[in-house]
């Protein structure tokens, strides 16, 4: 029987675990690697705060997530096959790692932000079209 995720050191490694996958991914691994050319130290802590705070309401993250999508959006396309495999290896971690109300809560909340980000870049890209007309 698997835990539900209950502490900092669970949402570690799930981040951890997930960013594993992320970084071996053929789809996803350059967006990360090559084209964010990202800072893996700053980036899985920033991560693990978001997490804490979805799950366990710790006020820890500050961040502004909609704007890092937006900017990395306009460099490469975000495409709806990009989400899907992110939501795929998310919510694989999640069920590989815990099973409880909070790793349930892990999953609905990861399907629903990547709706989220993936309507708002959808407008943002309309907005700069019309803008550039
Ligand atoms: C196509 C799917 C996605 C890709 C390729 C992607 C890629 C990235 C990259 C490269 C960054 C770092 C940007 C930078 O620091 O310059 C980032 C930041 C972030 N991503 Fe995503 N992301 C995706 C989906 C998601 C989803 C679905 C969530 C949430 C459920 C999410 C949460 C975050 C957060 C919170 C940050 C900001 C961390 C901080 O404040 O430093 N991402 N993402």
């Known amino acids: 029987m698997k835990k539900d995720i209950e502490n900092r050191a669970d949402i570690?490694?799930?981040v951890n675990t997930f960013y594993e996958k992320v970084k071996a991914d053929k789809q996803l691994g350059f967006i990360f690697e090559e084209i964010a050319q990202i800072n893996w130290s700053?980036?899985?802590p920033a991560m693990c705060n978001f997490w804490e705070n979805i799950?366990?309401?710790t006020g820890s993250?500050?961040?502004?997530p909609m704007n890092l999508h937006k900017h990395l959006d306009q460099i490469t396309r975000l495409n709806?096959?990009?989400?899907?495999?992110?939501?795929?290896?998310?919510l694989g971690t999640v069920n590989e790692l815990f099973e409880g109300e909070k790793a349930e809560m892990a999953g609905s909340r990861a399907i629903s932000i990547?709706?989220?980000i993936k309507q708002k870049l959808s407008d943002h890209?309309?907005?700069d079209t019309a803008s550039d007309l």
């Open 61 to 64: 993250y500050t961040g502004n």
């Open 80 to 90: 709806d096959a990009n989400f899907d495999q992110w939501n795929k290896l998310f």
């Open 125 to 127: 890209r309309k907005g």
């Open 42 to 44: 700053a980036h899985l």
């Open 114 to 116: 990547s709706k989220i």
């Open 55 to 57: 799950l366990f309401y």
């Open 12 to 14: 570690e490694l799930l």
